[in-house]
């Protein structure tokens, strides 16, 4: 199920969060780039003080321990809850009906 959902993520091509078990530690905002076999290649990057580094490794599908990625982003202190846009301010062909009552 894993495999499958990693190659799902790896098709589209967005940004996500990878926890290697065996290392203990995240890859922040990584990219899948292929999976071939049990073999994962993952890019990511990393940022020192003075200089930002590119990395790409290939891990095993087996110490890949949780993958996560972002739905949304609502940016801190700029908005007010007044701000944000509500069910009814959508436009109406994005609104959700409501579902009809069974009897």
């Known amino acids: 199920m894993l495999h499958r959902k990693i ?8 940004d ?5 078990r065996d290392q203990g530690r995240w890859l922040d905002r990584a990219r899948i780039l292929d999976i071939e076999g049990d ?6 990057e990393t940022e020192d003080e003075d200089e930002v580094c590119s ?5 095993r599908l ?5 993958v996560a990625n972002r739905l949304s982003v ?3 202190g700029t908005l007010s809850s007044h701000d944000l846009l ?6 109406e062909s994005e609104q959700l ?4 009552e069974v009897d």
Do not use: F
Request: aromatic share 12%.
């Open 39 to 44: 073999v994962v290649t993952i890019r990511y």
């Open 16 to 20: 996500v969060w990878v926890y290697l």
């Open 86 to 91: 509500t069910s009814e301010e959508c436009h």
């Open 55 to 59: 990395w790409e490794e290939m891990v």
């Open 7 to 14: 190659y799902q993520l790896c098709e589209a091509k967005s």
């Open 62 to 66: 087996e110490s890949i321990g949780a």
């Open 74 to 76: 609502v940016p801190k």
């Open 97 to 100: 009906r409501p579902r009809p």
